[in-house]
T-cell receptor, first 115, second 112 residues
Framework: NAGVTQTPKFRVLKTGQSMTLLCAQD?????MYWYRQDPGMGLRLIHY???????AKGEVPDGYNVSRLKKQNFLLGLESAAPSQTSVYFC??????????????FGPGTRLTVL | LAKTTQPISMDSYEGQEVNITCSHN???????ITWYQQFPSQGPRFIIQ???TKVTNEVASLFIPADRKSSTLSLPRVSLSDTAVYYC?????????????FGKGTKLSVKP
């Protein structure tokens, strides 16, 4: 099993450009998440999904859109990139419910730089 | 939202026991407490999770007092490979995934 994979690993954008980050998981998890990680800020939840066709906002959703058309994929889009979106983006997935089933499995991250 | 507070950094030596405390004063009744470990250039990885009292697995112990307003991750006999950032996460029960709040993490440095 590949677990959680993210594409691309690195990307440099110019201000105003758009792009889509792809997250894929092969563990049949219902829940998927997108986080951003900035120095000194820890991980902050951008958007999440509790199932195919559903998405919801997290702590810092502005400037991002997401889609979950297939259970195994969760896409994060930046319509008009800004320098403030320079960050490392992590995708995660988990089973629903409480207790041990809530363990999140993280991908390797995507390092995005917006010039 | 159950905001968490952790020390920014801690230093230790190989073979010592390390205890990292996380404060979460606004924890909800249904919230679980989960700890993750993150190495540079990698995604976080699950260490341990608990609801109350004490939980132990092969790598760590988690102590949660009766009021659940804090929790302590205990790493026995640390080695150089335990140098990492440790995050405390509160929430995530059922549909409350949007309330998942990671702390800013504690950078643990283990010295020889």
């Amino acid at each position: 099993n590949a677990g959680v994979t993210q594409t691309p690993k690195f990307r440099v954008l110019k201000t105003g450009q758009s792009m889509t980050l792809l997250c894929a998981q092969d563990m049949n998890h219902e829940y998927m998440y997108w986080y951003r990680q900035d120095p000194g800020m820890g991980l902050r939840l951008i958007h999440y999904s509790v199932g195919e066709g559903t998405t919801a906002k997290g702590e810092v959703p502005d400037g991002y859109n997401v889609s979950r058309l297939k259970k195994q994929n969760f896409l994060l889009g930046l319509e008009s990139a800004a320098p403030s979106q320079t960050s490392v983006y992590f995708c995660a997935s988990s089973y629903p419910g409480q207790g041990p089933n809530n363990e999140q499995f993280f991908g390797p991250g995507t390092r995005l730089t917006v010039l | 939202l159950a905001k968490t507070t952790q020390p920014i950094s801690m230093d230790s030596y190989e073979g010592q026991e390390v205890n990292i405390t996380c404060s979460h004063n606004n924890i909800a009744t249904n919230d679980y407490i989960t700890w993750y470990q993150q190495f540079p250039s990698q995604g976080p990885r699950f260490i341990i999770q608990g609801y109350k009292t004490k939980v132990t697995n092969e790598v760590a112990s988690l102590f949660i007092p009766a009021d659940r307003k804090s929790s302590t991750l205990s790493l026995p006999r640390v080695s150089l490979s335990d140098t990492a950032v440790y995050y405390c996460l509160v929430g995530g029960y059922g549909g409350s995934q949007g309330n998942l709040i990671f702390g800013k993490g504690t950078k643990l440095s283990v010295k020889p």
